[in-house]
């Protein structure tokens, strides 16, 4: 019976690497509670084998056991409660895939051929959990496309979604009266200030500057920013600096006071300062524990 969480909704982005047209990870499933919804523009598919718990996706709520197959919709909310592996003695894993429905081009969705990939995308709107035979052959992609790069992934990648998009015996998950279009244009506000701040994090970030891009006040962004990120805007920005800092650590070709500018630090004592709170080491450790 559909019923909407009272949760808070905390709106994510992330940045493709720009050799990629979509990510897909794997992750090892754990036992944790749900606390809060997760929001983003990007469609995902969500491969989750041996767990038990609950899904809570859009207003329903929904117990799941065992290994499923999801596809997530833009900005729409969802959060996985994991309670306890069906098969204790099993491997449980997770593989995610986040992805544009145009990642090849717009010219694809328009032709002819591409309507019942676009039907699949309308109906993800409301989340969709695919059958058991699906399951099957989707588990065979998703698993090549863990260890294949390049054409081959983007090219399993396309019969995946033929797969999902031709598949039949299929659960829609949210109510019919479920709409995201309060969640979407909140999730695209904040989208615009982790689009501009990516952009930008090298520069000095002007709380006033960013609050225009809305338009808000700068101390009704902050309350904003606050309620639908569950970060303040200086934290953020934080995280992205020193993100980006410890790639360039990694790959060894500047020196830290030259990071710490490519970074937006101008002071190299404040950016080893927050570099340790964030990370817990100092870069220069940081840098070693990788080097050796």
Do not use: W
């Not at 997760?38 to 996706?57: D, M, P, Q, T, V």
């Not at 895939?97 to 328009?110: A, N, S, V």
């Not at 989208?191 to 009704?220: C, G, H, T």
């Amino acid at each position: 019976m559909p019923g909407t969480p009272i949760m808070q909704c905390i709106y994510e982005n992330f940045l493709f690497p720009p050799d990629q047209p979509f990510t897909i990870q794997s992750e090892i499933l754990e036992a944790k509670k749900c606390n809060s919804l997760r929001s983003h523009k990007y469609f995902e598919i969500a491969l989750i084998e041996n767990y038990c718990g609950k899904h809570f996706i859009g207003d329903n709520i929904l117990d799941f056991k065992g290994t499923q197959l999801l596809l997530l919709g833009s900005y729409l909310p969802h959060y996985t409660s994991y309670d306890r592996k069906q098969d204790p003695t099993a491997p449980s894993q997770a593989i995610i895939i986040h992805f544009f429905p145009d990642f090849l081009g717009k010219q694809l969705l328009e032709s002819p051929e591409a309507k019942p990939l676009n039907d699949l995308f309308n109906k993800a709107s409301k989340g969709i959990s695919f059958s058991r035979q699906t399951v099957l052959k989707a588990k065979k992609l998703m698993q090549k496309m863990l260890v294949s790069k390049g054409m081959t992934r983007t090219g399993l990648m396309l019969q995946l979604l033929d797969i999902l998009a031709r598949s039949t015996g299929n659960q829609v998950l949210s109510s019919s009266y479920f709409s995201i279009a309060e969640s979407a244009d909140e999730g695209q506000k904040i989208s615009k200030v982790y689009d501009y701040i990516f952009q930008n994090f090298r520069e000095n970030i002007s709380l006033p500057l960013i609050a225009d891009i809305l338009p808000m006040a700068p101390a009704a962004f902050c309350r904003f920013f606050k309620k639908k990120t569950s970060q303040t805007l200086l934290e953020f920005v934080k995280e992205v600096r020193i993100g980006h800092a410890a790639k360039l650590l990694l790959h060894d070709q500047h020196n830290i006071s030259e990071i710490a500018l490519l970074c937006g630090y101008n002071n190299c004592s404040n950016f080893n300062k927050q570099f340790k709170e964030l990370i817990g080491v100092s870069p220069r450790e940081f840098q070693k524990q990788y080097q050796s």
